[in-house]
T-cell receptor, first 113, second 111 residues
Framework: KAGVTQTPRYLIKTRGQQVTLSCSPI?????VSWYQQTPGQGLQFLFE???????NKGNFPGRFSGRQFSNSRSEMNVSTLELGDSALYLC????????????FGPGTRLTVL | DAKTTQPNSMESNEEEPVHLPCNHS???????IHWYRQLPSQGPEYVIH???SNVNNRMASLAIAEDRKSSTLILHRATLRDAAVYYC????????????FGKGTLLTVNP
């Protein structure tokens, strides 16, 4: 069974631009969560989608948004990029139901110059 | 969010058991204790989770204190491939999929 895939793996943008990251969950997984990882703040929860609906949201500004498609694939968008948005963005998927383990992808490394 | 406290780093020798502690004194009755680990240059990987009873799986064992205010992840025989950052996380009860990661414990395994 294929794991969680994220594209692109690496991205370089400049301040003020916007970026879209993509996540394809494991087949059959309908919940997709996004996390931001930085050396200073560690791993922080961004949001979670289930059946195309945002079910949970972390403490990030409105510049960070996401969506989920009917095939469970998910995208996250960051508008008006700031230097501090440089981070590893991780996507995780899980089966329906509570307390199931999350399967993480390898992440997208975003660098904002 | 419920908080966990872990040592910043620990060291072990290959083939020896490793006990990784975690304090979670503010845990509530429906919070699950999850452990994940992150190997270098990879996304986090699920290790184990439990609620009240001790749990075993092919990767590790989880020992939960009777008052649930602390837990210990046990790797029975550490290998070099177990060198990673280990995160102890409280997952809030209900359908909340949010995982609140702390700083974790960096485990170094010496050959």
């Amino acid at each position: 069974k294929a794991g969680v895939t994220q594209t692109p793996r690496y991205l370089i943008k400049t301040r003020g631009q916007q970026v879209t990251l993509s996540c394809s969950p494991i087949s059959g997984h309908r919940s997709v969560s996004w996390y931001q990882q930085t050396p200073g703040q560690g791993l922080q929860f961004l949001f979670e989608y289930f059946s195309e609906t945002q079910r949970n949201k972390g403490n990030f500004p409105g510049r960070f948004s996401g969506r989920q498609f009917s095939n469970s694939r998910s995208e996250m968008n960051v508008s008006t990029l700031e230097l501090g948005d440089s981070a590893l963005y991780l996507c995780a998927s899980s089966l329906p139901g509570t307390y199931n383990e999350q399967f993480f992808g390898p992440g997208t490394r975003l660098t904002v110059l | 969010d419920a908080k966990t406290t872990q040592p910043n780093s620990m060291e072990s020798n290959e083939e020896e058991p490793v006990h990784l502690p975690c304090n979670h004194s503010t845990i509530s009755g429906t919070d699950y204790i999850h452990w994940y680990r992150q190997l270098p240059s990879q996304g986090p990987e699920y290790v184990i989770h439990g609620l009240t009873s001790n749990v075993n799986n092919r990767m590790a064992s989880l020992a939960i204190a009777e008052d649930r205010k602390s837990s210990t992840l046990i790797l029975h025989r550490a290998t070099l491939r177990d060198a990673a950052v280990y995160y102890c996380i409280l997952r809030v009860g209900g359908s909340n999929y949010k995982l609140t990661f702390g700083k974790g414990t960096l485990l170094t395994v010496n050959p």
